[in-house]
């Protein structure tokens, strides 16, 4: 393998010392402009690349910004980075992406290999609690934002949406359009607390509306995904015709596009025998064929605000921590609108 050129390389092709080259590369009002050219010259002789990861280590500093999610394969998360992406970038921040996989063991090592890089600090989208998390990395001084979870602590930034909120409005409208019996799809046997928040809010809907406990039905599901829902719907069709629900509630759209290509596929009409609202309003919900319900979530604006709140705490001493929650949104389309 061909060596890369090092610094040293650099100035011995300029016929420089090496305290000039790193001159020319971060204070170049230092040096002469005909040395300088000669250095910029090597440089570009020699494609030399700074060794940036070195060069923070020695000045303790990073410009490397860490972001833990559940699954960077839904959506909602990919819209979510985009917004932390455009203040990064403009902070000429880097920003790398760990995707737990809904796992806490998997979280846990992206957690100690980020402090250990010694990250500016970390956007943490929590599979479970995150009082250790947080603590950890406060001892070592890396600052962590909450994002999509509402955090506990006014200690501690975090920025969420109202999901108590989100999963009343879904069913209320269920109801509230003649439906007697909701199924809610997305409750895990490893409770998540955004889908705990919004089983909370079903429930309000239901007793608000002066409905049974009962008529609420809990659609069990092995994944927050598309393979989730068409689980659910096979355990939806299970249910004996006169008790099966006639709407349900999903706790992401990624669960509503597989209980809808599943209750499709078996000759069920949407909305007709079985309505479908989803959560978060990801692109595809209004371009399926039979655009998809959905209470939408700010996602852009979630990322953005936890990317300013966290370079704030890791660059202003006078920082203030916040805890913003966004309200979400119902948007009814063809799926739940008779």
């Given at each position: 393998?061909?060596?890369?050129?090092?610094?040293?390389?650099?100035?011995?092709?300029?016929?420089?010392?090496?305290?000039?080259?790193?001159?020319?590369?971060?204070?170049?009002?230092?040096?002469?402009?005909?040395?300088?050219?000669?250095?910029?010259?090597?440089?570009?002789?020699?494609?030399?690349?700074?060794?940036?990861?070195?060069?923070?280590?020695?000045?303790?500093?990073?410009?490397?910004?860490?972001?833990?999610?559940?699954?960077?394969?839904?959506?909602?998360?990919?819209?979510?980075?985009?917004?932390?992406?455009?203040?990064?970038?403009?902070a000429d921040a880097l920003l790398i992406v760990c995707d737990s996989d809904n796992g806490a063991d998997k979280e846990e090592r992206y957690l100690t290999m980020l402090a250990e890089q010694?990250?500016?600090?970390?956007?943490?989208?929590?599979?479970?609690?995150?009082?250790?998390?947080?603590?950890?990395?406060?001892?070592?001084?890396?600052?962590?934002?909450?994002?999509?979870?509402?955090?506990?602590?006014?200690?501690?930034?975090?920025?969420?949406?109202?999901?108590?909120?989100?999963?009343?409005?879904?069913?209320?409208?269920?109801?509230?359009?003649?439906?007697?019996?909701?199924?809610?799809?997305?409750?895990?046997?490893?409770?998540?607390?955004?889908?705990?928040?919004?089983?909370?809010?079903?429930?309000?809907?239901?007793?608000?509306?002066?409905?049974?406990?009962?008529?609420?039905?809990?659609?069990?599901?092995?994944?927050?995904?598309?393979?989730?829902?068409?689980?659910?719907?096979?355990?939806?069709?299970?249910?004996a015709p006169l008790r099966r629900p006639t709407a349900v509630s999903c706790v992401n759209d990624l669960l509503a596009i597989g209980m809808m290509q599943e209750l499709l596929s078996r000759?069920?009409?949407?909305?007709?025998?079985?309505?479908?609202?989803?959560?978060?309003?990801?692109?595809?919900?209004?371009?399926?064929?039979?655009?998809?319900?959905?209470?939408?979530?700010?996602?852009?604006?979630?990322?953005?605000?936890?990317?300013?709140?966290?370079?704030?705490?890791?660059?202003?001493?006078?920082?203030?921590?916040?805890?913003v929650v966004f309200e979400p949104e119902l948007i009814v389309r063809e799926s739940s609108n008779r």
């Open positions: 393998m061909t060596r890369q050129p090092d610094i040293r390389d650099v100035a011995d092709h300029a016929g420089v010392s090496v305290g000039t080259v790193s001159n020319v590369l971060n204070r170049p009002d230092l040096v002469a402009a005909g040395t300088r050219q000669r250095v910029e010259d090597a440089v570009n002789a020699l494609r030399y690349v700074r060794n940036e990861s070195a060069r923070q280590l020695r000045r303790g500093q990073s410009r490397t910004i860490g972001l833990i999610v559940p699954d960077i394969g839904n959506p909602f998360f990919t819209d979510v980075a985009r917004g932390i992406e455009d203040v990064t970038s403009a010694q990250v500016l600090g970390v956007l943490h989208v929590p599979v479970g609690s995150p009082a250790g998390a947080i603590t950890r990395l406060r001892e070592r001084g890396i600052p962590l934002v909450l994002l999509d979870y509402k955090g506990a602590s006014r200690k501690q930034c975090s920025v969420s949406v109202n999901d108590v909120a989100g999963g009343e409005m879904a069913v209320r409208h269920l109801l509230d359009i003649g439906h007697k019996r909701v199924g809610f799809v997305g409750a895990e046997s490893k409770p998540v607390p955004q889908v705990v928040d919004r089983l909370a809010g079903a429930r309000k809907a239901m007793a608000d509306r002066k409905r049974p406990a009962s008529a609420l039905v809990i659609l069990p599901t092995p994944s927050l995904n598309i393979a989730g829902g068409i689980a659910a719907a096979r355990s939806l069709l299970d249910i000759g069920m009409r949407i909305p007709g025998d079985v309505a479908v609202v989803g959560y978060d309003d990801i692109g595809f919900a209004e371009a399926l064929a039979v655009p998809l319900s959905s209470v939408r979530q700010p996602r852009h604006q979630l990322g953005r605000r936890a990317a300013e709140l966290l370079i704030d705490e890791a660059t202003n001493e006078d920082h203030r921590h916040e805890r």
